[in-house]
């Protein structure tokens, strides 16, 4: 836990796994009217150290980078226990694009893990709103990609980015929530930002954010020129394709089937690759 002398502390929530490293971060801001990002998930203990990081002052806005559960689990309990305003883009499937939409509604694609579905702000920012106090700033960005509802939020030249940025691993894009093509968009948004510092949601702040946005754009590119390539070998699945392409270990490989289908639904909807039966997580692929 940070000092809370310090205007900006940190507390990390006790949920390490594969996926959130050693737990979900939540940034506190402020000392007389503390805003809280990312309350975590909901563990009475994380949120009494939450309170107790904001002491003297108190916890007055909750700001949630996207609805799930391990960002905002814990949002509407420690809103009861402080009486601050819960602000995030919206329920857990807002801002899917058309594309995603219409997969979801046609079934068969699965996802939608950890999904918060009871999530409901109090207050829907819209991208470029600022909210603000005597204290502090912060302005809401759309940042899809890892998710359609995903807010990072920039506070001078610190950006809040959730999970669209880690350091430490790559971000899970598992559609219907995740969809490649808004993941690339909110790599450039944040480029265009000019940072100086990403806080990332899970694991150590990113302080040389240029380099480390081109290197995630570089690694995807990579990947999909991956798929094309294990595709001329023959039809596959994404699972088929995680087992030709990955050297990880089996309990990762749903993880990575996830992110191969994001780049699969990429690919067939600019017409690079086909798929005879249908779009679904068991589809087979096929190259041109």
């Keep these: 836990m940070s000092d809370a002398s ?136 759309h940042t899809p990609g890892h998710f359609a509802g995903h807010l990072s939020f920039q506070m001078g030249t610190q950006i809040f980015c959730g999970d669209v940025v880690m350091g430490w691993s790559s971000t899970l894009i598992s559609p219907p929530d995740g969809d490649l093509f808004d993941y690339f968009r909110s790599l450039e948004r944040l480029e265009l930002a000019g940072a100086h510092r990403l806080l990332p949601a899970h694991g150590d702040p990113i302080t040389d954010p240029a380099a480390r946005l081109a290197e995630l754009g570089t690694h995807r590119r990579a990947r999909t020129a991956q798929i094309l390539a294990a595709l001329r070998d023959g039809p596959a699945t994404a699972m088929d394709l995680v087992r030709r392409i990955y050297d990880i270990p089996q309990h990762l490989h749903h993880a990575a089937s996830r992110n191969v289908l994001a780049h699969l639904i990429a690919l067939a909807e600019i017409g690079a690759i086909e798929v005879p039966d249908g779009l679904n997580a068991g589809a087979v692929f096929k190259g041109l």
């Design 6 to 141: 310090e205007p900006l502390r940190v507390v990390t929530a006790d949920n390490p796994s594969p996926l959130t490293g050693p737990g979900t971060n939540s940034f506190l801001i402020g000392r007389g009217s503390v805003a809280v990002i990312d309350p975590g998930p909901d563990l009475p203990g994380h949120r009494a150290a939450l309170i107790k990081a904001a002491h003297p002052g108190r916890i007055t806005h909750i700001f949630v980078t996207h609805a799930h559960r391990d960002h905002s689990e814990g949002a509407r309990a420690l809103a009861d226990a402080t009486g601050a305003q819960v602000y995030g883009f919206g329920p857990a499937t807002a801002g899917r694009s058309p594309l995603m939409q219409r997969l979801a509604a046609e079934g068969g694609l699965d996802g939608g893990e950890g999904l918060d579905h009871d999530f409901r702000p109090d207050m829907r920012l819209l991208d470029r709103q600022t909210i603000e106090t005597d204290e502090w700033s912060l302005t809401a960005l």
